[in-house]
């Protein structure tokens, strides 16, 4: 089995669910007291918060390197970004660490493929959802991302940030979410991707009508995979 090295704590909220799903997948699969081998590097998020603030992607690409090269001298196989934002810098880590990294966005445009959709809602971080790294993923693999409009994106934003990052679920950001992916599906969206690891704990597959990629799970599911490939 190989060992995963997870950079973590963005936020820990997520991250917790991720070494869950690693467990007792893992577990399922092999049976017995078999567990994932993970090293996990967790970040004080109030640190990458404070470069962001200011734009500073350079040195919140510093700190994630030094996480990824920690890993690697811990004897990781491969760096799992426990964030879709962080994936911004995915081809830089695998470059300077020569470490594979367990894409996000890969992993999941290949579940989207197997519902057969070519056109998806994109819900994230203003980053994730306005930045072309992660919607140029989707569209190699053939996959349109729709965003919502500036008002909703930031509403989005402020809500991970302010909200779910502390573990706060709210009925009425509930509904505002609810509304915006509505809106996605009448503007062409046959799915949705919850593009930011916190998300799921608003948003379950229930509470829509077109299918729901719960990105968290998904990329927990490929790093299983690669651990027992």
């Keep these: ?129 306005e930045m072309d790294f992660y919607k140029k993923r989707l569209n190699l693999a053939g996959i349109n991302s729709i965003i919502p409009d500036k008002s909703d994106c930031e509403f989005i934003h402020s809500v991970i940030m302010n909200e779910l990052l502390k573990e706060n679920i709210r009925k009425e950001t509930k509904d505002r979410f609810i509304n915006i992916i509505n809106g996605l599906q009448q503007n062409g969206a046959k799915g949705i991707v919850l593009g930011c690891t916190e998300i799921p704990l608003l948003i379950k597959p229930e509470d829509i009508s077109i299918p729901l990629f719960n990105t968290l799970r998904i990329h927990a599911m490929a790093a299983v995979n690669f651990a027992l490939s």
């Design 1 to 129: 089995m190989k060992t995963i090295g997870m950079i973590g704590g963005t936020g820990w909220v997520s991250t917790s669910e991720y070494y869950r799903i690693l467990n007792e997948e893992i577990n399922k699969r092999l049976g017995g007291l078999n567990a994932a081998r993970v090293l996990l590097y967790s970040f004080n998020y109030a640190d990458i918060d404070r470069l962001n603030q200011l734009e500073d992607h350079a040195g919140v690409y510093e700190l994630v390197l030094d996480a990824a090269l920690k890993l690697k001298s811990g004897g990781a196989d491969g760096i799992m970004i426990c964030a879709n934002t962080l994936h911004q810098y995915a081809e830089k880590l695998e470059q300077k660490t020569g470490l594979p990294v367990i894409h996000i966005a890969d992993a999941t445009a290949s579940e989207i493929k197997n519902h057969n959709l070519s056109a998806i809602g994109l819900l994230g971080t203003r980053w994730t959802m």
